[in-house]
């Protein structure tokens, strides 16, 4: 073979290669993948593609058939003696063209997975079966695409992999339950083959019309624990919903949780009353009529202090007025479950009283209502019940509390919420470093309450 057409032919494997490389590298690190260099390495990559995926399985058959399908290209380019290379030929192109049809099959699926991560069109599916590297490369390097997950890069690397002997209390889930019902058993990720901890053993029941505080420190799971229950992220978990189980019933009780994220996503150049109004017009049923939509929008406004104004740019708005609008745009649709990330991120303690004077009133209307805070000693007062997660000696996320805030300070024996967060808190991190211990004590008790009901 002239040397032309053998540079031409090692450019045509080469250049896509490096492409389809590059583009997963780049997408690794958006998707929170720890060992970006697998990218590179033929098989390995697609295992890490599968781990970043939840898809092992599919990650392991696409790894080990691109691996197949590299070594068969070197080993079609080497000489084969005159008698044997037609049969060699032959095997190679039969043992490809089967192998090619299983990998068509598991590519599809880890493909439509990672579609479904970005929150994007099964059309990009043929777009990654025409050029491979093109989708990837834009996912990776696009700021508009982001996966639609939110497992802190820090929190994989912190997870750890054997959780600590601690007992947990047995809990019966009531199907008929009037509040959300949480017994997760555990939520892990793979990091290369490890199996790593996020939570485990957490029990708890929330009446309705309860203003819940979701309480801990840096890495003890919070936004991963409201990943879980909400459906985002699923656990090995049962999550009930009055009665309705979140994880089987998703397609239904979606509708009915809301979810606002530390991050206001509204459009500024729109006014407050059009934002509040489109976000009906998507999130209510089909069925809802236009005075229907129009009178809860109203109401909402008039709920949450937004209808003077309500004709001016979200633009202008204030930082207090942004985080109404986020709320607003999620209360239309009436949830029985309401969550928050942090609403009084950024406001002062009077913008912040306001706000959470605000949720009070929400779940006086029987909803439940979980928020997470920073600052949650200025607004405690407004709480029905504090939820306490802590990172074992294991580095685990558990439930190391979950009662009243005047519960809380006596098992604790802190005076603020503050001084309860510290108490779990690792020495490391300026903590007391007391998380197995009251994890532990809260096991018992908890357990204690269960045999007497």
């Known amino acids: 073979m002239p040397i032309e057409e053998t540079i031409t032919a090692i450019l045509r494997v080469a250049v896509p290669w490096l492409l389809f490389s590059f583009a997963l590298w780049k997408l690794f690190g958006k998707l929170g993948r720890l060992k970006r260099w697998l990218a590179w390495i033929p098989g390995l990559r697609y295992v890490a593609l599968g781990d970043v995926a939840d898809m092992d399985q599919e990650g392991w058959f696409c790894g080990i058939m691109d691996l197949f399908f590299v070594l068969s290209g070197i080993l079609s380019g080497l000489p084969k003696p005159a008698l044997t290379g037609d049969r060699v030929s032959t095997a190679l192109s039969l043992i490809f063209v089967i192998l090619y049809v299983f990998l068509f099959v598991y590519r599809i699926r880890l493909i439509l997975r990672l579609i479904e991560l970005f929150g994007l ?33 820090h929190d994989v690397w912190e997870a ?4 600590a002997a601690i007992p947990s209390a047995a809990h019966t889930a009531r199907k008929a339950y009037p509040g959300l019902s949480v017994e997760l058993r555990e939520r892990t ?3 290369f083959g490890k199996k790593r901890y996020l939570l485990k053993d957490i029990d708890l029941d929330i009446p309705n019309g309860s203003l ?15 990943n879980a229950v909400i459906g985002y992220e699923k656990a090995d978990a049962t999550i009930l919903l009055n009665g309705s189980n979140v994880y089987e019933d998703y397609d239904s009780v979606k509708y009915r949780i809301g979810f606002v994220p530390q991050k206001n996503l509204v459009r500024g150049n729109d006014t407050v009353v059009r934002t509040i109004s489109d976000a009906a017009e998507l999130r209510m049923p089909a069925s809802t009529s236009g005075w229907e939509r129009r009178k809860k929008v109203t109401e909402v406004m008039d709920q949450l202090g937004l209808t003077a104004g309500s004709g001016g740019l979200v633009s202008k708005k204030s930082g207090g007025q942004l985080r109404r609008i986020s709320i607003a745009m999620e209360l239309v649709t009436d949830p029985e479950l309401f969550v928050l990330d942090e609403p009084d991120s950024g406001l002062d303690g009077v913008m912040a009283r306001e706000l959470f004077s605000r949720l009070r009133e929400i779940a006086d209307e029987g909803k ?26 294991g580095r685990v996320g558990r439930l190391a509390f979950y009662g009243s805030p005047s519960e809380a300070r006596s098992f604790f024996g802190r005076d603020t919420m503050e001084g309860i967060v510290m108490s779990v808190n690792r020495e490391e991190e300026g903590g007391e470093g007391l998380a197995d211990e009251f994890i532990e004590r809260y096991a018992r008790l908890a357990a204690a309450q269960e045999a007497v009901s």
């Open 121 to 153: 069109s099964k059309w990009w599916l043929l777009l990654w079966f025409v050029i491979d590297w093109l989708p990837p490369l834009l996912w990776g390097l696009g700021k508009k695409y982001q996966p639609q997950r939110e497992i802190e890069l």
């Open 160 to 163: 750890g992999t054997a959780p």
């Open 189 to 191: 990720v793979r990091d």
């Open 212 to 226: 819940v505080l979701l309480l801990g420190g840096s890495g003890a799971g919070k936004t991963t624990f409201v």
């Open 368 to 393: 439940i209502v979980i928020a997470i805070t920073h600052t949650p000693d200025r607004v405690i007062d407004l709480f029905d019940k504090v939820i306490v997660l802590a990172k074992d000696s």
